[in-house]
């Protein structure tokens, strides 16, 4: 955090750029953050200023970085010289090389808007006050949207009822919160364990262009509530819900 702080106060005299262009289609919520931290810790080692592009994609609007002038608009970046312009794609290889893993908390460097945390009464009116909770990415093939939009029709991730079934068994005085881009698979597990809460969260891929506003604000609502959880179960790999534990350095279970 220190480094962070120092890199901050000494932006204005970095001679070099490099911009962080994230746009729909480019990844989702888990890959918006990671790979920006990715491309943030490159620019901290190197002494190279990092702005944001403007985009003007529903996840800024939820989404945000704490200090504004991180942000900039495709007028300034025209008027700068010795500019770089980045995309997430730059930063997948290093992050799967180097298991990419932030010690900087993201809450240090984004903040929810309020508005997603308004949201939360819309889509879990009664939330315990303490919770523990359970991710399952099941993969794109499996996201209930119109296939036309869906990039990767081949992604599914691996993972183990047996296990899931384990852990909710092992904690089953607790109050689980179980999440997963399948509604179908997120109520099936809901019947059949009566300490599961589920959301009515509206699932959508903030990648996917046919993706609604409304999809976008409840699914960050959905990382926002994972991310203040007392632990964190990833039932299968995903960004999604590594990430979230990064937002204020929760304790974070695979099934590996």
Do not use: W
């Amino acid at each position: 955090m220190e480094k962070y702080l120092e890199y901050i106060k000494n932006y204005k005299n970095f001679n070099k750029t490099i911009i962080y262009d994230f746009r729909i289609t480019l990844g989702g919520i888990g890959d918006y953050l990671k790979l920006y931290m990715c491309c943030l810790t490159y620019c901290m080692a190197n002494n190279i200023k990092l702005y944001q592009k403007i985009n003007n994609i529903p996840l800024e609007k939820y989404i945000k970085l704490k200090h504004d002038f991180l942000y900039i608009t495709q007028k300034q970046i025209s008027k700068l010289t010795n500019v770089t312009i980045k995309t997430p794609c730059d930063y997948y290889r290093f992050y799967r090389k180097n298991k990419y893993i932030s010690n900087i908390p993201l809450n240090e460097i984004f903040y929810f808007d309020d508005i997603v945390k308004l949201n939360v009464k819309n889509i879990l009116p009664l939330i315990p006050t303490n919770y523990i909770s359970m991710h399952l990415r099941l993969g794109d093939k499996f996201l209930e949207t119109d296939k036309k939009f869906v990039r990767c029709t081949g992604d599914t991730r691996n993972f183990s009822e047996e296990k899931i079934d384990k852990f909710i068994e092992e904690h089953i005085d607790d109050n689980i919160l179980f999440f997963c881009d399948n509604n179908t698979y997120k109520l099936k597990v809901k019947d059949k364990y009566k300490n599961i809460i589920i959301t009515s969260a509206d699932i959508g891929h903030s990648s996917f262009i046919n993706t609604t506003d409304k999809q976008v604000l409840d699914t960050v609502t959905e990382f926002y509530i994972l991310s203040n959880s007392e632990l964190i179960y990833a039932a299968s790999n995903s960004g999604f819900s590594l990430t979230a534990s990064q937002f204020n350095n929760i304790k974070y279970l695979t099934q590996n």
